[in-house]
């Protein structure tokens, strides 16, 4: 179980939630997380930080991963907030697929 304080525990679960988003539409448009490092010009090891959610993702770097994805910020984003309330205890457990996954939008100029 998390400990600390509920700002920590809810920068985990954000950072948990934005990772799991980002390895479930790079998944989703079949990309390999070394594809998405050669489209965003991220670092395929930062990419694995940011989906098993060790590492916070900065705003910049979204954006390059969102255009090596293909995907609109708005699609991106809809999907975590879609997401049902979890426990900010959970890790990295299984949670079944996300809802929006098939409706993912292409970006303009992809």
Known sequence: M???TPEAI???YLRY????R???VRTARGQTVQDLAQASSVPADSIRGYENGQLGLPADVMVRL???LGVLAPTFLEGILAQE???ACVSRMRVGPSR???DLQV????
Do not use: F, N, Q, Y
């Not at 939630?17 to 799991?20: A, D, E, L, M, R």
């Not at 970006?107 to 992809?110: D, F, H, Q």
């Open 2 to 4: 998390l400990g600390g």
């Open 10 to 12: 809810g920068d985990a």
């Open 17 to 20: 939630s934005i990772g799991k």
């Open 22 to 24: 980002l390895c479930e």
């Open 66 to 68: 969102l255009r090596g």
């Open 85 to 87: 309330p979890r426990p």
């Open 100 to 102: 929006t996954a098939p």
């Open 107 to 110: 970006a303009r100029g992809a």
